[in-house]
């Protein structure tokens, strides 16, 4: 390694630390599940994560060494996990290699991050060379390593193939290089670099046509320019020829390679999901009991949500029955941005609605059945493959006042990692209906020879 980081390039390192810790690694352990990794969406993977994100912008010293100890104690179990997948296999899948890898690099990531903060040397390495050793453990050692087995088994394909081979095995020689020359570390580059971009050419196919190609072209351009970058810098430092300093390397590289991973691993939960709700189409509700966004029955455990949005004021009936039909029909979340699909156009009891908002990778499909209806409105309940349990009621009503949107829910997360998020949820379901309620304005005021009618915005 050459000269040391500059305060800049520090602190890009440490931002990518923590998004490796706290995003990467508990995303990544939800895509292998519970038979890889036991308790693999239990909310702990992103508190130690986010301990071991505290820790990088601590004064190197024991408060800081001791923070990151908790997550180089979890990547230890994950070691274990990569244990016990050596010893049962199967070996005959391509990516099974991939999973090993994965599981077991942040181990040595982890240990780094502890000497680094304790001030501490390891293994003949010290300083720089350790903080710099912790991304690459979770991007190229877990979180590439990761995404390349993923595509290998959700793509089939020569290209994904030889892309769950390279790119573990280029790891694994990157790693060796460290201690025996700069010439093992290119020979490592040049297979890790083959191994993504491989991986990079079969992405094309991620999801089986449910991720858009812009997402996958952007992808793959940002996937191969970060390891061009790689290996230029490896064969610079192998050969003496003319090359980037590491500053450069964590401003380009760095920045393109954690921005490709996490936009990667994001990607895959979100296929992962779409694909458990559409096969859940014909499968029970998440949740007891149901119907109680009508009864008022509300479920023990469960965080209930009722939120009135003024969308307008004088309304008389004919309003209220027109903002109730946009809204049975999908026209109020459609005014609103949200994608909506209805089976039959027209929410009925039994039909099947899938919600999706976001843009490209970070597109969200949330699957539901409508279990109530009336004229003003309706409710509907999870199915699996859906971020939460629960109910979700929508009406609208007419009082003195004018027309009201109404949302009226109870929930629970049904995964980890939004679990973890805590009181940042209910913030989310907030603005999710102050969304709506827009939208319902808008339909609202759609009305010929209405336009100076006047809208207040508000909420009781």
Known sequence: MTAPL???????????????????????????????????????????????????????????????????????????????????????????????????????????????????????????????????????????????????????????????????????????????????????????????????????????????????????????????????????????????????????????????????????????????GTRGGSDELTYTPVGGTRTGDRPPGFRSLQVRHLVLAGADERDRDRVGEALRTGRVHAAAGVDVRIEGGRTVPGARVETSIGAGPFRVTEPCRVVWATPDGFGYGTLPGHLFRGEEAFTVELDDVGLWFVVVAYSTPAVGWVRALGPLVVVGQRLYVRLLARGARRVAVRRAGDGARRVRAGAR
């Open 6 to 276: 500059d305060p800049l390039a520090l602190d890009v390192v440490r931002v990518v630390v923590a998004l490796g810790a706290v995003v990467v690694l508990p995303a990544g352990l939800r895509l292998l599940g519970d038979d890889v990794v036991p308790r693999s969406s239990a909310a702990g993977w992103p508190v130690v994560g986010i301990l071991a994100g505290v820790a990088v912008w601590l004064p190197v010293g024991p408060a800081a060494a001791l923070l990151a100890v908790p997550f180089a104690a979890a990547c230890g179990f994950l070691a274990g996990c990569a244990a016990r997948l050596t010893v049962r296999g199967p070996w005959r899948r391509p990516w099974t290699a991939c999973t090993v890898v994965s599981l077991a690099t942040p181990a040595a990531g982890a240990a780094a991050l502890v000497a680094e903060r304790a001030g501490w040397g390891l293994l003949g390495f010290s300083g720089d060379y350790l903080a710099l050793t912790v991304p690459h453990m979770l991007f190229a050692g877990f979180g590439a390593c990761l995404v390349a087995g993923l595509l290998a088994r959700a793509v089939p394909s020569l290209a994904g193939t030889v892309g769950a081979v390279a790119a573990p095995v280029g790891v694994l020689v990157v790693l060796l290089g460290y201690f025996v020359s700069d010439g093992v570390e290119l020979v490592g580059a040049v297979l890790l670099t083959a191994g993504l971009w491989c991986a990079a050419g079969a992405a094309s196919g991620l999801g089986r046509g449910r991720v858009h190609p812009r997402a996958a072209r952007a992808l793959t351009v940002a996937v191969v320019v970060s390891m061009t970058l790689a290996l230029w810098w490896a064969m610079g430092e192998a050969t003496g020829l003319p090359h980037p300093d590491l500053g450069w390397m964590v401003a380009t590289h760095g920045i393109l390679n954690a921005g490709a991973v996490v936009v990667c691993v994001l990607l895959a939960l979100r296929i992962v999901g779409s694909a458990a």
